[in-house]
């Protein structure tokens, strides 16, 4: 189960996709697609440095994680850091989530964790309900695309996301890239920014 899988690696201190720093990517997409402060909500959260970065410019930022031990530690850095958020624990796609709707949502490496095509679409209805009419939603998925001999992210195809999302969001941008690291290389991602269709 995914909820205890996170559990002990917290616990554990492997946390690879930890970077202590906003993700490059994240800082990027906001920069050239201008993407207008507001109520946000960072889904998979971890330990908060993304969220805060998001409230340090100028959106109303609430992070969610599966992981009380990750959440206290966002919450212990928005504090030293003193920016003012929101960090909730809950298990996305069986908790109600509060502060909806939303303008905006991010998640680095959440959406891609669910390894059934049924759950990432649950994923997507689920983040297209707590989006505002024509709000964004920023998703960092693994790319099946690269061939490994080592562990890595969750890999899932182009058809993977297009097929989750496409009944609830029209994609803007769907692009290969590389997740931001602090290691000595880079594992290829999916950026994908999305937007609520109108129903």
């Known amino acids: 189960m995914l909820k205890e899988m996170f559990r002990e690696m917290y616990e554990a201190g492997d946390t690879p996709w930890e970077l202590h720093r906003p993700d490059g990517n994240l800082i990027e997409m906001v920069r050239d697609y201008r993407i207008a402060p507001g109520p946000t909500l960072d889904i998979g959260c971890g330990t908060g440095s993304n969220t805060i970065w998001l409230a340090r410019h ?4 609430t992070g969610c994680d599966v992981t009380q031990l990750a959440v206290n530690q966002a ?5 030293e850091a003193q920016v003012a958020c929101t960090f909730l624990r809950l298990d996305f796609l069986s908790d109600a989530v509060a502060g909806a709707p939303f303008a905006f ?3 680095r490496g959440c959406f891609h964790s669910f ?7 649950r994923f997507a209805e689920k983040s297209a309900s707590l989006l505002h009419q024509d709000g964004l939603w920023l998703s960092l998925v693994g790319n099946r695309d690269e061939i490994r001999d080592t562990s890595g992210p ?3 195809s182009a058809l993977d996301i297009i097929s989750a ?4 969001f029209e994609i803007q941008l769907l692009k290969s890239s590389h997740f931001d690291t602090n290691h000595a290389s880079a594992h290829r991602n ?3 920014l999305m937007k609520k269709r109108v129903r």
């Open 115 to 121: 390894d059934r095509a049924g759950e990432r679409r």
């Open 75 to 79: 919450m212990a850095k928005a504090a």
């Open 58 to 61: 100028g959106f109303a930022a």
């Open 154 to 156: 969750p890999q899932r």
């Open 190 to 192: 999916w950026v994908c």
């Open 105 to 107: 949502l991010f998640d």
């Open 165 to 168: 999302v496409e009944p609830f």
